[in-house]
């Protein structure tokens, strides 16, 4: 079974700029999420999924982060314009439903650094 | 706010040591989860908690999740250097949303 797959892996940019990050969750699963993980810190839960519809984003910092899932399958994170405290892994995970009684599955990440 | 806490934040052992960490909520669980981190790597699930008081073991890995569902704790016996990276705990609050804990990285002495 292929995994979660992300895309870059990584990716430099002025602060400023944008950067968008794509993700294709395993086959079937319903449940999408994006994690930002700062070195040294745990994943935060940035937005998830459940098909095409957001079940929560209460930590997208919605000024310049935007998430979207077309059609339930594919995501993609999009940074506007980036501040150098973006720099972190983004990652991507699925899980076949939600939470309650179902594993995450984590993507590779997209290592992001702003300068 | 739901938050996870975890201690320590870092932990060095010898060889054959044995390793414990400890994730503390303020708040009552649903369920939690362990994962594990490998330097470099994305976070891989190790195992899920329910039942108040639950105890599960996957060979030298003892998960205890504790009667009041506010505390787990993660023991490896006789640690080896493939265990070597950051365990995160991470809780559901009930909210069908997994809080993840501040991680406890592992560094072993060969």
């Known amino acids: 079974e292929a995994g979660v797959a992300q895309s870059p892996r990584y990716k430099i940019i002025e602060k400023r700029q944008s950067v968008a990050f794509w993700c294709n969750p395993i086959?079937?699963?319903?449940?999408l999420y994006w994690y930002q993980q700062i070195l040294g810190q745990g994943p935060k839960l940035l937005i998830q999924?459940?098909?095409?519809?957001?079940?929560?984003d209460s930590q997208l910092p919605k000024d310049r982060f935007s998430a979207e899932r077309l059609k339930g399958v594919d995501s993609t994170l999009k940074i506007q314009p980036a501040k150098l405290e973006d720099s972190a892994v983004y990652l991507c995970?699925?899980?076949?439903?939600?939470?309650?009684?179902?594993?995450?599955?984590f993507g590779e990440g997209s290592w992001l650094t702003v300068v | 706010g739901q938050q996870v806490m975890q201690i320590p934040q870092y932990q060095h052992v010898q060889e054959g040591e044995d390793f414990t960490t400890y994730c503390n909520s303020s708040?009552?669980?649903?369920?939690i989860q362990w994962y594990k981190q490998r330097p470099g790597g994305h976070p891989v699930f190790l195992i899920q908690l329910v039942k108040s008081g639950e105890v599960k073991k996957q060979k030298r890995l003892t998960f205890q999740f504790g009667e009041a569902k506010k505390n787990s704790s993660l023991h490896i016996t006789a640690t080896q250097t493939t265990d070597v990276g950051t365990y995160f705990c991470a809780g559901n609050f009930g909210n069908e949303k997994l809080t993840f804990g501040t991680g406890t990285r592992l560094t072993i002495i060969p």
């Open positions: 708040t009552t669980l649903s369920n």
């Open positions: 086959s079937g699963h319903a449940t």
């Open positions: 995970a699925s899980s076949p439903g939600t939470v309650g009684g179902n594993t995450i599955y």
């Open positions: 999924f459940q098909n095409n519809g957001v079940v929560d």
